[in-house]
């Protein structure tokens, strides 16, 4: 591939080169506000902010290797009524992007008047890991810690959806700021921005294929190792034996939106005088009921928009890979249907879609 | 403890006058389902004082239990589990009408995410550093429900505490009568020694985090999981309000918002959901510690809210998971109460 890609270049760090840039915008009144991670008081915690006063871009951190809430889900909650009203520029990771693009399609968020910034995506940090008095090291050897979801994720390079991409993973380790210019509006705004140098370079797909190559490579792994549901019921309840229910794996799910998630409802609750008489039937059962039935119902409604962001198995406190069942569950799902989820805003998701004739070879 | 323990509910579940039994068992990767018994031969299994808890008791119980029918229900579990379900009662969600709670000396629990990490680690309740920093200071480690197993000052017997716990003693043929003085005097000087380290305690973490700069700070590492809500065996409603949609701000509030502070927390509702939920379950908080271990951002949580409850029932007089027949705080209507609290 010989084709060239209008950049932005910049000789100061990345983080430096976006406070200044989105700076700017707010300043010139090109956006009205800035969605980005921001330190909270208490070190090594982090949270997703909406930044308007220009003085305080300061304190973003543009794609620090951590990932508290998926910006899927705070953009989700602030969208889900009406759109911004004004431009808001977004800090996302390519995961969060797809993410929210499924969103959108299920009436869960609004993408009208953000503007998006993204990555290649070096992945992110798990939380846990942060917590300690060690984390400066932690952060140091950032390519060492990162998520299980990140070292297997082949999608780090974002979509379409993104405005501009910060050139932050590649196979050479580069000085400066590169700033691919994706859409009209991005060049339009790039236009504005005199502090910037405009070139051209390889496209980013070229610069982050021995990135790519590696983790093909681990979801290859991945997809062999971790156990399936043809392994049979025992290796799926060792796998889950360990869930307290606290949910915080759905909670923390971007595509999890149901106000009222199924397994809660009266309807699929397990009824006290059933709970009951299996005890009696079978001598013994465990209670709450349900584990597997929520962890397998959870699976079969998110595998097919599952954005692999690993934030299930961030939450959960009991350390099971959840995101490794749903990542390689997602896999086969996304592949049979051959829907890519937050490819594009005007795929239907493939379960608000009839097709009279699918999916026949696993048909009877 | 775990085969006395065990060997007295096979005795229960063999006469007849239990037909089933609640207790954790020892499931795969070190872990403790609870169990709902019928069957004796599947009681070889049970570990009724595991290291660990990994659900609540009270919430295990409340999943089956909200209308009671055929037979008696012999519940093993913590005093803080036990109390819960007195709790649980009183809200409506258990029916203790046929159960009998058998609860123990408690040795405390290991802290969750520890036991993950080393299943070597059990309990001792010599060394505060083996078990979880509420237990540490938790003053209600034994006899609560209707029977307790004593373990200390020189016993390994059940004691009945109710009429009921009583009645299946009798039924049981078990009519031992020992001497309980060194077991009162070691259960009070363990519990002073505790009320001591729980004032210091609560005196520490309400210094670090008074006032509203302290609620924002200590919750600032809230990822908004609801862990701490969902394992809570107290919090049982399904749709909890904060996750209402009428409760939903829209874009042009959240701008709003952002620009008369100049920057501002996106998942917004986070002191709110805490403040809320203390409001609706301090009263009735029983100090199990199971909100801490599930959080997955290592906020003080449960200590939080023991703290808080310390002084919401405090000032009802009231003393959460003790007395079945005490009514709840909030269900109450008195015409004069409170003028102290009034303008």
Redesign the interface.
Known sequence: MNTKTSVLVSESSIGDTLRDLLGKLLENGEIDSVFALRETRQKGRYCYSLITDPTLIREALPFHPVMPVQGARALSEMTITEPFGRPVAALLRPCEIRAFVENVKQSQGSLENIFIISCTCPGVIPASKLLGEDREDVLANHGGNIRNACRTCTGFIPGPQADMTVLLASDEPHDGTVIYLNTDRAVEIAGKLDSLSRETGKPAAELTSGISEAREKSLKDLMRDIPAPADGLQSLVSLFAACIGCRGCREACPLCSCVLCDYETARTLHSPELVRSEAKRKGSVRVPAGTLQFQLGRLMHISPSCTACGQCSDVCPVDIPVSDIFIRAANLVQESLDYAPGRDTDDTPPMATYLEKELLDITD | MNSIIVDFLEKALVSDYVS?V?VP?G?????F???????V??LA?AEPVPPVM??QGA???A????????GKLLAVMRPCEARAAVELSKLEQIDLDNIILLTMDCPGAVP??EY?RDAGIQPDISIPETIRPLCRQCTEFTSAGDLCLAMHGGLREVLPLTPAGQELLDSLGMKAEPDTSAWIEWASSLKAEREAVSTENRKSLKKAYSGLEGL???F??C?????CR??CPICYC??CFI???DR?????A??E???SS???????GTLLFHIGRMAHMSLSCVSCGMCE??????IPVGRLVSMVSAGTTAVFNYSAGSDPEDPLPLNTFRLEELHEYED
């Not at chain 2, 389902?33 to 069957?39: V, Y």
């Not at chain 2, 990822?223 to 862990?227: F, L, P, W």
């Not at chain 2, 939903?248 to 042009?252: F, L, T, V």
């Not at chain 2, 100049?262 to 917004?268: D, E, T």
Request: proline content about 5%.
């Open positions: 089933s609640l068992s499931g795969p990767d070190n872990t389902p609870w169990t709902l018994i019928s069957d031969s599947a299994m990994y659900v919430k295990a119980l999943s089956f239990t909200q209308s009671m029918t055929e969750l995410k993950r924002v700070e200590v600032s590492g990822i908004s999981c609801r862990s969902t394992v399904r749709l996750d209402m949609k939903r701000c829209p874009a042009s959240h701008l918002n952002s620009r100049g920057a501002a927390r996106v998942m917004s271990d599930a959080c997955p951002s290592d």
